[in-house]
């Protein structure tokens, strides 16, 4: 953590993402006003001292709804790098440690046919199938994002498998599921951390398109995409109804990325090298 800490732009990004938490914990605590109570009479103010994101064109507080909004984002952000990366690990371990014909058909046939389609095609033609809905989008998005670390997970796997100590271990006779679980996966986890942290900001991403078009939380539940669907009407009248949930996802996308970033630098000996570290 002291390393990490010491990259400005690490430092940035955790600060920005303890600061999503709070506000995705305490944020009953933290917003000024009800996110859903509307105010006809003060619809599409500008930022002032009773309202400082402004309201939109409810009357509802901007401030309020962004606040609420990281609520949204962090939850499916995690559960869905969570259950991708859970999928990822299990066929990924499989496909690398057997290799031959169950590596061809979890490689070749299953991940190359969830590649053929773009993720995020996939995960809306899902969503409109299910329903919207805050646990059909992460299922969703969960099906479209396992491929990538499966993949990493199985490169990892066949670079390992064949190691010294991954032998010893064979030739003591412990089984798949010790080899796998104690010997391989220990260290092989520092890339898909970092996998995992960058896919942070894809997950949160995604979560605020699928929003955008109606097919993340239903309303009057607020999320940075649907407040970004509900203001582009009024992107000239009343600006701030964009402006402020634009600028939390790009703030939460841009933290991600620069924690993933400082991980790759020092968990990769080699960067560190070039470095100076």
Do not use: K
């Not at 009800?34 to 309201?55: C, K, Y």
């Not at 995020?120 to 969503?127: D, G, K, P, R, Y």
């Not at 078009?213 to 669907?229: C, I, K, Q, Y």
């Amino acid at each position: 953590m002291r390393v990490l800490l010491r990259n400005r732009l690490a430092a940035i990004g955790i600060a920005l993402v303890c600061l999503f938490v709070v506000f995705a914990l305490f944020a009953p605590w933290v917003a000024p006003s009800d996110p859903a109570q509307l105010n006809l009479a003060a619809r599409l103010e500008g930022p002032s001292h009773a309202h400082w994101f402004g309201t939109d064109e409810l009357g509802r507080d901007v401030l309020s709804r962004v606040v609420y909004g990281a609520r949204i984002s962090m939850l499916v952000g995690t559960s869905v790098v969570a259950f991708s990366l859970l999928l990822g690990l299990i066929f990924g371990s499989i496909a690398g440690y057997y290799g031959g014909r169950v590596d061809r058909f979890f490689n070749v046939i299953v991940m190359n046919a969830f590649l053929s389609f773009p993720g995020i095609l996939l995960a809306i033609a899902f969503v409109a199938f299910l329903g919207p809905g805050i646990f059909n989008l992460i299922l969703a998005l969960s099906i479209g994002g396992w491929v990538g670390y499966a993949r990493l997970v199985r490169a990892q796997v066949l670079a390992v498998r064949e190691r010294e100590f991954i032998e010893a271990a064979r030739a003591l006779g412990a089984s798949d599921w010790r080899v796998i679980t104690l010997h391989i996966l220990p260290n092989i986890i520092q890339p898909v951390i970092v996998q995992a942290a960058i896919g942070m900001a894809g997950a949160v991403l995604a979560e605020a398109t699928m929003s955008f078009l109606g097919l993340g939380v239903p309303p009057p539940t607020a999320s940075w995409g649907s407040m970004l669907n509900d203001g582009r009407s009024h992107l000239f009248d009343a600006p701030h109804q964009v402006l402020f949930p634009a600028a939390a996802v790009m703030l939460a996308v841009l933290s991600f990325n620069f924690i993933g970033d400082a991980l790759r630098d020092y968990l990769d000996p080699r960067s560190r090298i070039e470095a100076g570290l």
